[in-house]
């Protein structure tokens, strides 16, 4: 068996055949060793150590009991999918990093809520549609997101148009915009989940962003363990 921590990668059924293999990269260079899941695909939580769920089409507002906007972009099956995935991960104690819809799908699976037009709502909130590092986001103090990326202002891509509203359970805002638009969640105990709104494998050549992809495999070394996730990433973020 392979010594290296299995990381499940979900991915939109349109993009995943480009994307996964970014995302695959970073998980690699990270020491993991990445497979792509999908909705029709098998999917047995038992078979990994830890979940990415990736980008791409919107969320439902059925999971949530939010109002639909014309310009959503739905994937049901998917939805299901990674609903499931997320609350299964979470029961059975596996980490999880979500990316984009994925960081919304870990708040909605966790009983929060999203804006479906964010930008409406956060009308400061510099809107950009780019996989280059042009949006800048805050980084929370005192958060895992801040002791694995650090302290400073970060400069991220932005390819979203919906954003977490309300938190789930034993959530907290990690990361906001200038406008005060959600941009990372992370879960404030064990299992370690952590959900951020930019697409970090599109930017593999930052420290920053490959620091994320680490802090999931630390956590996935440390269930494979049975050992404490969030201790582990502690130790991997203060090497």
């Known amino acids: 068996m ?7 990668v979900t991915t939109s059924a349109r993009s995943g055949w480009r994307i996964f293999p ?16 999908g909705a029709g695909r098998p ?5 990994v150590d830890g979940l990415i769920i990736g980008g791409g089409d919107d969320i439902s507002p059925d999971l949530y009991g939010g109002r639909l906007v014309t310009s959503a972009r739905l994937d049901p099956a998917r939805d299901a999918l990674e609903r499931r995935l997320v609350e299964a991960a979470i029961a059975l104690g596996k980490p999880v990093l979500g990316i984009c819809r994925g960081a919304q799908m870990i708040n909605v699976a966790l009983g929060g ?11 400061a909130s510099d809107r950009v549609w780019t996989i280059l590092p042009k949006k800048r986001v805050e980084i929370a103090p005192g ?5 694995i990326a650090g302290t400073g202002p970060m400069r991220v891509n932005a390819l979203h148009s919906q954003a977490v509203d309300r938190l789930g359970e034993a959530l907290v805002v990690a990361a906001r915009d200038r406008g ?11 299992p370690f989940a952590l959900g951020v709104q930019w697409h970090p494998e599109h930017l593999l050549y930052a ?9 999931l495999v630390a956590a996935a070394g440390a269930r494979r363990r049975h050992g404490a996730q969030l201790a582990a990433v502690d130790r991997m973020a203060g090497a």
């Open 113 to 123: 809520t999203l804006d479906q037009d964010a930008y409406g709502t956060y009308t």
């Open 22 to 37: 970014l995302v695959a990269l970073n998980v690699w260079l990270a020491g993991g060793r990445a497979r792509r899941w």
């Open 180 to 190: 005060g638009m959600v941009q990372a969640i992370e879960r404030d105990r064990d």
């Open 2 to 8: 392979s010594h290296r921590p299995r990381i499940a």
């Open 207 to 215: 420290r920053r962003q490959r620091a994320l992809f680490a802090a």
């Open 143 to 147: 958060t895992r997101l801040a002791e």
């Open 43 to 47: 999917a047995d939580l038992d078979t």
